[in-house]
């Protein structure tokens, strides 16, 4: 048998349960409305009018549209990882430059549009990623070590079609009289 104190715990659970659904589905909710521009759910209607369809292909326009504003910044910020370099450099900012190119291979060896290829023109070196990472790193190592701090480059960026940076070419430039010996 239920004894009274029982029953009133059993009401108070399923309550709180109900409480605790009701307020993770508004949250839900909310962010859903939050990354479609905040439009409201015309389609919890079972029938179907012509403003539930021009409805419909407004929220489609407007989900591309924050779908292609994530896009752009996706690539906005990853383009500022790289564009401070742009320009002319000393030897241990190239450096700098070289070693966020290795981690950036490393975190995106499984997304080749991430991994910028680099021209060196002072050996005329081009490493591009081919899906072997190890092969990349060692290049960019090596001309890592061969920047030197007493001279100044020139570091020239272009750009894939998707707006992803594609070459930094790093461009040998005369010795910096400042640092020289």
Same mark, same amino acid.
């Given at each position: 048998m239920f004894s009274p104190s029982k029953a009133i715990l059993i009401v108070g @659970? &399923? &309550? @709180?349960a109900l409480l605790i +659904?009701? @307020?993770s589905m508004y &949250?839900?909710?909310s962010a859903v409305g939050s990354i479609t521009g905040g439009l409201s759910d015309s389609s919890t209607d079972d029938t179907v009018t012509s403003s539930n369809v021009s409805s419909s292909s407004t929220d489609d326009t407007v989900i591309s549209s924050s779908i292609s504003s994530f896009r752009e910044q996706e690539v906005r910020a990853f383009n500022a990882n790289f564009e401070s370099y742009e320009g002319n450099? +000393?030897?241990s900012n190239v450096k700098s430059l070289i070693t966020r190119l290795i981690a950036n291979g490393k975190t995106y060896k499984d997304d080749s549009e991430k991994v910028v290829t680099v021209y060196y023109d002072k050996d005329d070196t081009t490493v591009k990623y081919d899906s072997d990472i190890d092969s990349y790193i060692e290049e960019l190592t090596r001309i890592r070590n061969e920047v030197e701090n007493k001279h100044t480059y020139q570091i020239e960026m272009t750009y894939q079609d998707s707006g992803f940076l594609d070459t930094i070419k790093i461009l040998y430039g005369e010795a910096d009289s400042? +640092?020289?010996e």
């Open positions: @659970v &399923i &309550i @709180v +659904t009701s @307020v &949250i839900y909710n450099q +000393t030897g400042s +640092t020289a």
